[in-house]
């Protein structure tokens, strides 16, 4: 089995914090949810049909709230966050002790996952696809798709080019990606990357703006 530790140049590389800013961060839970955050993470974990015993992976976690999602619906489920901001994985921590849930937090990036193949038997994606570049992107799924077992699936929300693409270009700083975040562009990548059956799961909206739900399985 290949695994990916962590290093101290993966540390290093640059990234974009939860809320854009540092500074904005204790904004960010309250702004999500003002926006209609809740309802967007629980149609993510509706989706993903998580069993009782399964392993859970969310890449880009944030500060935790999806994955607090998936562990109250799924309290059995065994779930593990990552995410390159260490002050987003503080804030996660202490929301995940408060609530007296289980939740392992690790410090990473989504292209290089400090993880043994086929560790998981979901891997989940909220909102931080756009974020990437191309060549992120790519790395990205093959990345989740190499921790997944056979069998397991990838579920992904995020933002969907179209007339969001315009709406969101005050609010979100990488705005400049969206271009690229058609569905016919991701399911592509998600072919690309060795998944089968990938297709666009559900169609929402996250306030004014239109999100796609997106899945796919590792063939076994």
């Keep these: ?47 993903a049909k998580i069993e009782a015993g399964q392993n859970v992976l969310e890449i880009g976690c944030g500060t935790g709230t999806v994955l ?8 059995d489920a065994q779930v593990t966050g ?8 503080d804030r ?44 992120e992107r790519e790395q990205t799924l093959r990345e989740a798709r190499r921790v997944l077992r056979p069998g397991g699936s990838f579920y992904m929300a995020d933002f969907e080019k179209g007339e969001s693409e315009s709406k969101l270009r005050n609010w979100f700083h990488s705005h400049h990606r969206l271009k690229d975040n058609s569905v016919g562009r991701v399911l592509l990548l998600l072919n690309n990357a060795g998944f089968a059956d990938a297709k666009l799961a ?19």
């Excluded at 854009?20 to 989706?47: I, N, Q």
């Excluded at 990552?82 to 994985?89: C, E, G, I, V, Y």
């Excluded at 690790?106 to 909102?127: C, I, K, N």
């Excluded at 703006?209 to 399985?217: C, D, H, K, S, T």
């Design 1 to 47: 089995m290949r695994t990916h530790p962590h290093s101290v140049g993966q540390q290093r590389r640059a990234f974009l914090p939860a809320a854009s800013r540092d500074w904005l961060l204790p904004l960010y839970d309250p702004f999500v949810k003002l926006m209609g955050g809740e309802a967007t993470r629980k149609k993510l974990v509706e989706l």
């Design 68 to 75: 607090m999602t998936v562990k109250r619906f799924h309290p």
């Design 82 to 89: 990552l995410d390159p901001d260490p002050k987003a994985l």
């Design 92 to 135: 996660a921590k202490q929301k995940a002790h408060r609530s007296e849930l289980a939740i392992r937090f690790d410090q990473g990036f989504s292209d290089q996952l400090p993880y043994s193949d086929h560790s998981f038997d979901r891997v989940l994606s909220s909102f931080m696809f756009h974020h990437l570049n191309e060549e």
């Design 202 to 220: 559900a169609h929402g909206h996250l306030l004014l703006f239109q999100v796609a739900y997106f899945e796919a399985v590792v063939p076994v």
